[in-house]
């Protein structure tokens, strides 16, 4: 029986997907968290670009040519790749799917390698596991299993070269550029040191931070990463150009990653406190929060963590001792002239000369 599976089913039309502390908490879950396809999932978690690509790269890929090829079932449960006129091209294949109408994943007597529609081999039939992002498929992470038992991963691109030979190293994709067509890699060496490198090999940040987290992966801007040194984190880019200093007892996430460039939201924590997560999720560990520029430049700054109203693009900030709007531009909406607020979802009051206020009364609200 047919297997129908020449079109690989992507998200299309996404535009870039507004990200703010509340949303992104959500979203973090799914995109750090989530496994890419995978043979066998690794015992390290990597990015997911689906739903964070922007629109102009679903436009691009639109126009790509239908995968030349199509899946059989056989009777005994493998498959048979064959061209388009039913001749066999490759034999013996099992749980085979097609990615970016380019590629075929399968396993062949045990394990996983990666073809093309013509039967030209990738990524050889070799592996215990293969990762590749779904909606890009540019790259291929590859483990294999040494003589002592011990699980090696490396790197080969979409020409079956090597990225990165295999390594005791921890590998994961960590973001894909879409106007240069370019991925990266977040690579944790031997000596516990981690880096960035890129599909051509070539490290755009050195092996020497204990932890990088990628803060606006595959948006189609340029890549934004917390990076974690001696008990101390910074923002960096990509290019390794240092955004927001090195401190201690700090926390730095996107607060708004739909706009160009994206602005920052910089906590400063507790000292000793050892909370993670997004700032939605710490607030009781949070001293004050301020929001940054993609250059560094100071745009508000606030005496207590700056919250998100539930259900409106708006945030709350202190300065000497009143509470004021902000929205997610970072632009003023009401100077700090409240002593307080409460936010029942829909309805949201603030007080003022000891009188309880709608805020719509005062601003429309989404």
């Known amino acids: 029986m047919g297997i129908d599976t020449n079109r690989f089913n992507i998200k299309r039309g996404f535009g870039k997907i507004a990200i703010n502390p509340t949303s992104l908490a959500l979203l973090t879950v799914l995109s750090v968290v989530a496994i890419s396809i995978s043979a066998i999932s690794p015992a390290y978690a990597t990015i997911n670009c689906a739903g964070y690509l922007p629109s102009s790269y679903f436009e691009r890929i639109e126009n790509n040519k239908p995968f030349a090829g199509k899946l059989i079932e056989q009777d005994d449960g493998s498959s048979q790749l064959q061209d388009l006129s039913g001749n066999i091209v490759m034999d013996n294949l099992s749980d085979a799917y097609i990615v970016m109408d380019k590629y075929v994943i399968a396993k062949q007597d045990g394990k996983y390698g990666v073809i093309n529609a013509a039967g030209k081999i990738i990524v050889p039939f070799e592996y215990n596991a293969i990762q590749t992002e779904p909606d890009i498929a540019t790259s291929f992470i590859v483990s294999a299993e040494s003589s002592s038992g011990k ?9 079956g070269d090597w990225i990165y030979k295999l390594t005791d190293a921890r590998i994961q994709h960590a973001h894909y550029d879409s106007d240069y067509d370019q991925d990266y890699f977040i690579i944790t060496n031997e000596k516990q040191l981690t880096g960035l490198l890129d599909d051509r090999g070539y490290w755009t940040v050195m092996p020497q931070y204990k932890v990088i987290q990628p803060l606006n992966a595959c948006t189609g801007e340029p ?6 040194l001696k008990d101390k984190t910074a923002l960096i880019n ?3 150009e240092v955004i927001i200093p090195f401190a201690a007892n700090q926390h730095i996430e996107t607060f708004n990653n ?3 460039p994206p602005l920052f939201l910089r906590s400063t924590l507790m000292a000793g406190s050892t909370a993670t997560g997004m700032s ?4 009781e560990d949070i001293i004050s929060a301020q929001i940054i520029d993609a250059g560094g430049k100071l745009i508000l700054s606030s005496d207590a963590p700056i919250r ?4 409106h693009q708006f945030y709350t900030y202190k300065q000497a001792g009143k509470f004021g709007i902000v929205d997610d531009n970072g632009d003023v909406i009401l100077k700090p002239q409240f002593d307080s607020y409460r936010d029942d979802a829909d309805k949201v009051w603030v007080e003022k000369d ?3 206020l709608r805020l719509k009364s005062l601003i429309k609200l989404d």
């Not at 939605?280 to 607030?283: A, F, K, L, N, T």
């Open 151 to 159: 699980t090696k991963q490396g790197i080969i691109n979409r020409h």
């Open 223 to 228: 890549l934004y990463l917390q990076v974690d």
């Open 238 to 240: 990509q290019n390794s």
């Open 258 to 260: 739909n706009i160009s």
């Open 280 to 283: 939605e999720d710490i607030q």
């Open 308 to 311: 998100k109203l539930l259900y």
């Open 354 to 356: 000891g009188k309880m």
